[in-house]
């Protein structure tokens, strides 16, 4: 399966954001999906998993309340609602695919797609 994420740009902070994650070859309903980032000199991180039918979400504390993951199987598309950004969100944001599951850890996931970057100003 090929991921395309889209939908970073330059933003201020308190601004929002929505990110998207397109499929091709493969059908994502019955893949877990998740979103991860990963900061200029930072390691990559979760930001926020979901599972094939969309009845498990998991978020990293720090953009609870603020980012919102869902999934339109029929579109085949994975989404990230960025809301309330901070400069400390800025990094390339990554979608991943898993074929058993979800959750938090990046090695577990099967297909990565390109980073699409996020710029949020102060």
């Known amino acids: 399966v090929q991921l395309q994420a889209s939908g970073g740009g330059l933003v201020q902070a308190g601004d929002s954001l929505r990110l998207s994650c397109a499929a091709s070859g493969r059908t994502l309903s019955s893949y877990g999906m998740g979103w991860f980032r990963q900061a200029p000199g930072k390691e990559r991180e979760f930001v926020a998993g979901?599972?094939?039918?969309?009845?498990?979400?998991y978020y990293e504390d720090f953009v609870k309340g603020r980012f919102t993951i869902s999934r339109d199987n029929a579109k085949n598309t994975v989404y990230l609602q960025m809301s309330s950004l901070e400069p400390e969100d800025t990094a390339y944001y990554y979608c991943?695919?898993?074929?058993?599951?979800?959750?938090?850890?990046?090695?577990?996931?099967?297909?990565w797609g390109q980073g699409t970057e996020v710029t949020v100003s102060s």
């Open positions: 979901i599972s094939w039918s969309g009845s498990r979400i």
């Open positions: 991943a695919a898993r074929i058993y599951g979800t959750g938090n850890s990046a090695s577990k996931y099967d297909y």
